[in-house]
């Protein structure tokens, strides 16, 4: 049934938000995190995001309707299943990069999992950094200009009325918890995407987002709290507030940079892109790579090799070694 006119919530036409609609919520994340340190089966992706069965099935199904997975029969006496990732999937190797790059510099939570990356080409450790694909220097969002593209316009957001998930889930993986409460939940996301782009007072994000007024209260106190955003008086009217971010909320613009092209490459808008960047510094169109801290290469999701260690409560390590 099509929904009344008044009921439909328009916001501004945007490639992150069709990204969001594939990766956007907290148990996918997880889901994705186990998947690059190494589960391929149902009952592995149980045990290393802590998830209910019936959520893990549902996000794998979810993930296959959406051309990221495809299930591969291993066994077939008795007959048993694995799951792959497409090409779709795999290009979302520089988004689990950037979280991890964030969740590094900007996590404060104890006992996290901690991983040892390394860049098989140059054999070296390496901490994966943001930089133009061009120019090769490290990203900031003060260095990047936009304009709109030939895609802008307005598109129906979906908000899903299912329950919110946070990153709690009881998962053995604890490497990106912070980042994935965050990235997890849409409204969040979307927030961030109207302050990136200049949007910074709650009339003007409410109208930009399409969301509830409570659900935007919220998700910014929200923020607030988690020392992402923080509030100024807006010049000359002491009774209104502007949201900024602060440097550890700008440091999620490469995060926002990487569901931006992953947005505009699989889920393109028919008449192109609706935002169209340029890096400063070099003067050309902006875009992103995750590069190995000591040789300044793409790390690709095919040259990599990790080693988890989890400490447990005894303060012991286990140790897990393998490659995405």
């Given at each position: 049934?099509?929904?009344a006119?008044d009921?439909?919530?328009?916001?501004?036409?945007?490639?992150?938000?069709r990204?969001?609609?594939?990766v956007g919520?907290?148990?996918?994340l997880l889901i994705?995190?186990?998947?690059?340190f190494g589960?391929?089966?149902?009952?592995?992706?149980?045990?290393?995001?802590?998830?209910l069965?019936?959520?893990?099935?549902?996000?794998l199904?979810?993930?296959?309707?959406?051309?990221?997975?495809v299930k591969?029969?291993y066994?077939e006496?008795p007959?048993?299943?694995e799951y792959?990732?497409?090409?779709?999937?795999?290009?979302?190797f520089p988004m689990?990069?950037a979280?991890?790059?964030?969740?590094?510099?900007?996590?404060?939570?104890?006992?996290a999992?901690?991983?040892?990356?390394?860049?098989?080409?140059?054999r070296?450790?390496t901490?994966?950094l943001?930089?133009?694909?061009?120019c090769?220097a490290e990203?900031?969002p003060?260095?990047?200009?936009?304009?709109?593209?030939?895609?802008?316009g307005q598109m129906?957001?979906t908000?899903s009325r299912r329950?919110?998930q946070?990153?709690?889930?009881g998962s053995?993986t604890?490497l990106l918890?912070e980042?994935i409460?965050?990235v997890g939940?849409?409204w969040?996301t979307?927030?961030?995407?109207?302050?990136?782009?200049?949007?910074?007072?709650f009339?003007e994000?409410?109208e930009?987002?399409?969301?509830a007024t409570?659900?935007?209260?919220?998700?910014l106190s929200e923020?607030?709290?988690e020392?992402?955003?923080?509030?100024?008086?807006?010049p000359g009217?002491?009774?209104?507030?502007?949201y900024?971010?602060?440097?550890?909320?700008?440091g999620?613009?490469p995060?926002?940079l990487?569901?931006l092209e992953?947005?505009?490459?699989?889920?393109?808008a028919?008449e192109?892109?609706?935002?169209l960047?340029?890096?400063?510094?070099?003067?050309?169109p902006l875009?992103i790579?995750?590069?190995c801290?000591?040789?300044?290469?793409?790390?690709?999701v095919?040259d990599?090799?990790?080693?988890?260690?989890?400490s447990?409560?005894r303060?012991?390590?286990?140790?897990?070694?393998?490659?995405?």
């Amino acid at each position: 049934m099509n929904k009344a006119p008044d009921k439909v919530k328009l916001i501004r036409t945007c490639s992150i938000w069709r990204s969001l609609e594939v990766v956007g919520d907290t148990p996918t994340l997880l889901i994705m995190e186990s998947y690059w340190f190494g589960a391929r089966r149902f009952d592995e992706f149980c045990r290393q995001t802590g998830l209910l069965k019936t959520v893990v099935s549902d996000r794998l199904k979810r993930l296959i309707r959406n051309d990221c997975l495809v299930k591969v029969a291993y066994s077939e006496k008795p007959r048993r299943f694995e799951y792959k990732g497409t090409e779709q999937f795999l290009d979302l190797f520089p988004m689990a990069l950037a979280m991890l790059h964030w969740e590094r510099k900007w996590s404060q939570k104890p006992n996290a999992l901690e991983v040892k990356l390394t860049h098989t080409p140059c054999r070296a450790a390496t901490e994966p950094l943001p930089v133009c694909k061009s120019c090769r220097a490290e990203i900031s969002p003060r260095d990047v200009s936009w304009k709109v593209g030939p895609g802008v316009g307005q598109m129906e957001a979906t908000y899903s009325r299912r329950r919110r998930q946070t990153a709690e889930s009881g998962s053995n993986t604890k490497l990106l918890d912070e980042v994935i409460r965050i990235v997890g939940d849409r409204w969040a996301t979307l927030i961030l995407r109207s302050l990136f782009s200049g949007i910074n007072q709650f009339q003007e994000i409410l109208e930009d987002t399409g969301m509830a007024t409570n659900i935007l209260s919220d998700r910014l106190s929200e923020l607030c709290q988690e020392r992402v955003l923080y509030t100024v008086d807006v010049p000359g009217d002491s009774r209104r507030i502007e949201y900024k971010l602060t440097e550890k909320g700008i440091g999620i613009y490469p995060i926002l940079l990487t569901l931006l092209e992953w947005g505009d490459k699989w889920r393109p808008a028919p008449e192109g892109p609706p935002l169209l960047l340029t890096h400063n510094l070099c003067g050309k169109p902006l875009k992103i790579e995750m590069a190995c801290s000591a040789c300044n290469k793409e790390i690709l999701v095919t040259d990599t090799s990790f080693e988890l260690k989890i400490s447990n409560s005894r303060g012991d390590n286990n140790g897990k070694s393998g490659s995405a």
